[in-house]
C-alpha cells in the first residue's frame, strides 16, 4: 500500500464516507485527478466493501470529448467496471438561460450524473475534487460574497456526494499517478483564465502566495474549522426550531417572542433554514437580512412572498406555507404596454425596443402567439428550446423544484410557451422558436421583485 492510499483510507475512514454495500458512481473526465480517484477506488473496492462504476459526461464544448470519452470507456474495462456515458447539452442550456458555461456545465454535469446513480442504483456519487480545489472554492466563496457555510467550502460528504480526496494536494495525486500506465486527458480549458475558477487557480493564488506561500493550506484550515463551526450551528438550529416553531397542516408557526430573544447570528440561521428546507432555495444576505427585520419588527397582517412561501405576521406569530396556486391570472396586455404585469412578488414591464437599444432580456415579438402574461402553471405547459420543447412538468422534476412549490412558480407566458420560471429560468435564446407573424418589434423584459413594504418593487438584480 502507498502512502497516497493509506492516506486517503485514512480521510475516508475519518469522514465515513463508505459503508459496506455501497455502490459508488466515480464521475470520470479522464483527467489527472478523476483517472486516480478511479484507479484509487477500484483498488479498495474490496478493503471497504463497496462496488464501483465510471461515467463520463459530454459536455458538447470541445472536440477533444471524443477522444476522452473512449479513454474512460477503457480505462473501464481494464478496471473490470460498469461504464456509463452520459451528455449534456451545454450551449443549449447557456443560450436558454443566460447563465456561463462554467455554471451551466457544472448544474447539467452534476444532475445527469445524479439521474443516473438513481437510475442504476448507486448509493454514492464520488467526484475528485482535492485540497487545492478547496482552497480555490473557499476563495471564489470570499470574492463572491459569503457567509459560515460558505467559508467551509466543500464537504466530504454533501447528501450523495463524497469527495475522498479532499485531503490530499494536487501534487500527491500526481505522484500517485506515475505508478500506473496512464496518461491522463488534458482539458485545455483549464488554462484559459478568461475562466474565473482558472484565474484564481492561475494568476490570483499564486500572487497571493508572494505574501504567504502557504496561502493554499491557510484557506483549507479555514474550511475546515468553518465546516465544523457551520455544523455545530446547524444542530443548534434544529434544537431551536423544535423550540420555537410548531407545524399546523401546512403552515409553520413560529413565535415572534422566541425568535426576537436569539442571537442575530441564530435568528438569520433560522430564516435561511426554514426557506431552504420549506421551498429548496438557499435566500441570499439581503434576502435574509429583509426578513430577519420584517420578522422582528413588521406590522402585523403585512406578508411577504418568496421562493413560493408566504409569510404571514400575526400578533405572536409568524406563520410560512405555500404560496397559494392562484387560478386568476392578472389581465392579459398588450406586447409592448408599458402598463407592468403584477403576481405574486413579481412585476414585469414590458416595452418595445428602439433598432440601436439593448437590454438584459429581449423577446422578440414575431415568435408570440399571443399576450404575454404572468401567470401559474398549467396542464401542458412546455419550453421551447432550439431543437424542440420541453414539458415544464419535466423541467421542475428535472431541477429538483419542490413539488409543495411548483404550483405558485410565476410564470411568463403566452399562449403557446413558457418564456420564464421566475427564480429558475429565464430563456435567452429564440433560435428554435418558430416565426408566427411579421413583427419586428423586439420586447425587453424589466422583471422588478417586490421589497419588504408589499407596495414597493426594486429592479431584479439576481441577489
Known sequence: MTDFV???????????????????????????????????????????????????????????????????????????????????????????????????AREL????????????????????HHADD???????????????????????????????????????????????????????????????????????????????PRIREHLVQLATTAAADDEYLDNVIADVL???????????????????????ALQRRVVRKLWREESGTTLSFAHTERLVAWFATGETGTEQTLYGLTAVLTAGDVRLSPQAAVAAETAPVTRTTGDPLTLGDVRVRIRALA????????????????????????????????????????????????RRCRDSVVLLADDRHVYAAFDYFTLHDFSGVATVNDRPERLAIDVQRRTNNASEYRQNTGD
Open 6 to 104: 493509506a492516506k486517503v483510507n485514512a480521510f475516508v475512514r475519518e469522514q465515513a464516507l463508505f459503508t459496506p454495500g455501497d455502490g459508488v458512481l466515480i464521475g470520470c473526465s479522464g483527467g489527472p485527478d478523476s483517472l486516480a480517484l478511479a484507479l484509487y477506488l477500484a483498488a479498495v473496492q474490496k478493503e471497504f466493501r463497496i462496488t464501483a462504476g465510471l461515467a463520463y459526461v459530454h459536455h458538447h464544448l470541445r472536440a477533444a470529448a471524443d477522444t476522452e470519452v473512449e479513454f474512460v470507456r477503457a480505462l473501464a474495462r481494464d478496471l473490470r467496471l460498469p461504464f456509463y456515458r452520459l451528455d449534456a447539452d451545454v450551449p443549449q442550456a447557456v443560450r436558454m438561460t443566460g447563465e456561463s458555461v462554467e455554471t451551466a
Open 109 to 128: 454535469r452534476y444532475r445527469a450524473l445524479e439521474k443516473l446513480r438513481e437510475q442504476e442504483g448507486y448509493t454514492l456519487l464520488a467526484v475528485a
Open 134 to 212: 478547496q482552497a480555490e472554492t473557499v476563495l471564489h466563496h470570499v470574492l463572491r460574497g459569503t457567509g459560515l457555510t460558505g467559508l467551509g467550502g466543500m464537504r466530504a460528504r454533501n447528501g450523495s456526494i463524497v469527495r475522498p480526496f479532499l485531503g490530499v494536494t494536487r501534487a500527491e495525486i500526481e505522484t500517485y499517478l506515475t505508478h500506473f500506465p496512464y496518461t491522463p486527458c488534458l482539458d485545455e480549458t483549464n488554462t484559459d483564465t478568461t475562466y474565473l475558477r482558472n484565474a484564481l487557480r492561475h494568476e490570483v493564488l499564486p500572487y497571493l502566495a508572494q505574501y504567504n
Open 242 to 264: 423544535t423550540r420555537i416553531t410548531h407545524r399546523e397542516a401546512e403552515t409553520i408557526v413560529v413565535s415572534r417572542d422566541a425568535f426576537n430573544d436569539l442571537p442575530n
Open 355 to 402: 433598432a440601436s437599444e439593448t437590454a438584459p432580456w429581449v423577446i422578440p415579438a414575431r415568435v408570440l402567439t399571443g399576450p404575454l402574461t404572468l401567470r401559474y402553471r398549467r396542464a401542458g405547459d412546455r419550453i421551447p428550446f432550439p431543437f424542440g420543447t420541453k414539458k415544464l412538468s419535466d423541467y421542475f422534476i428535472d431541477s429538483k423544484v419542490p
